[in-house]
């Protein structure tokens, strides 16, 4: 696979990478052994987090005593510098090795955050002192708020912006990646399938490979996506064609604002809604025959009535999306289709 420097880090990585969520969801012989695949077909970088489960775990269990064959981006969501290093600590131990390549300050997205994070005792001062021991090779993060990532970039500190990034989240190639390429920020793409919402999975690459230097992270639990990737590169794709476009846009229209990534930070809802599965639902509906919707989407549609609309799921939404509407929307669509289904 073709390689490319991480900005400024230095670092030589895989022209496209691992993001690490979707191993949480394999048993562990199983995660390893995509893992390795991958490595054996030429990823060399791998993003993980502590807020990941046991996913640090499965990728130290794959790369232990090949350290230094492979790339490791790891993250924490503490904002004081006690709690940071404590998820370093568990981080290392975790991935069995003594250094993160890059330890990112994760979902950093509201100014608050940011205040505290650089404050007294906060987060920056802890891992700074952390790469000065040589625990930490550089200083990354990630964010979902364009404004908030823009003024983190812009203090210079550090070396990788982490951000979603796929044909329907373009924003970020607007000023937050050329101000990235103008510091040599390396940029990492979160989400190149829009959370699997772009089934289109070569489609997706392609565009992202249109923008210099950026290095997708796509999730993967199978042999066959990395198939997919590798053969994405390896075809070389060029430059994005007319009926790209249009489909493209076909699926933003599909998707609309109220699109939600899958991302899961809304959850656990206290009143036990299945959220991310609601909030699927209408699309999910577009492409199953109505039997299989029903028995494959209503036990998650039934949790939909105890929502008591609180709110709490919007406050953590990175997209504040209005989910207690949305969901009660599909939830009238999905009273309609068991209607439907027993009217046949
Ligand atoms: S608004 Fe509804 S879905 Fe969201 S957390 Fe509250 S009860 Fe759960
Ligand atoms: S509703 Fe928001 S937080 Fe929840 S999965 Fe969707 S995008 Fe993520």
């Known amino acids: 696979m073709d390689k490319i420097v991480l900005g400024r880090t230095g670092l030589e990585v895989s022209r496209v990478g691992f993001g690490c969520i979707p191993i949480m969801r394999l048993e562990k012989k199983e995660a390893v052994a995509l893992l390795h695949y991958a490595y054996e077909h030429g990823v060399t970088l791998f993003d993980t987090a502590n807020a990941y489960a046991d996913s640090e775990e499965k990728v130290g269990e794959a790369f232990h005593g090949m350290r230094d064959k492979v790339v490791i981006a790891t993250k924490t969501a503490k904002r004081d510098g006690a709690g940071a290093m404590e998820h370093l600590e568990l981080s290392l131990r975790k991935l069995r090795t003594d250094y993160i390549d890059v330890y990112q300050l994760h979902q950093v997205s509201k100014e608050s955050e940011w205040e505290e994070i650089t404050g007294p005792n906060g987060a920056m001062e802890a891992i700074l002192k952390a790469r000065d021991e040589g625990k930490v090779r550089h200083i990354g993060f990630t964010s979902h708020n364009l404004n908030v990532a823009i003024k983190i970039a812009k203090t210079g500190q550090f070396a990788t ?57 796509p999730g993967f639990d199978a042999t066959w996506q990395v198939d997919q990737a590798i053969s994405t590169l390896q075809e070389n794709p060029g430059e994005i064609t007319g009926e790209e476009l249009a489909a493209m846009e076909r699926y933003r229209e599909e998707l609309g604002k109220e699109f939600c990534r899958r991302c899961e930070y809304c959850q656990p809802c206290p009143q036990g809604v299945e959220i991310t599965s609601a909030m699927q639902y209408e699309l999910v509906s577009r492409k199953m025959p109505l039997e299989t919707l029903l028995s494959f989407s209503g036990p998650a549609m039934e949790t939909v009535q105890n929502c008591i609309e609180c709110g709490t799921c919007v406050e953590r939404c990175p997209y504040s999306l209005s989910i207690p509407q949305v969901i009660k929307r599909n939830y009238d669509l999905y009273k309609r289709h068991l209607e439907e289904a027993k009217r046949k």
């Open 161 to 217: 912006v982490q951000f979603p990034f796929n044909f329907i989240e373009s924003d970020p190639e607007k000023e937050l990646f050329p101000l990235a390429r103008e510091i040599g920020m390396g940029i990492l793409a979160m989400k190149p399938f829009g959370g699997g919402a772009l089934d289109d999975g070569k489609l997706a690459l392609k565009f992202i490979l249109q923008s210099k230097g950026v290095v997708p992270l």
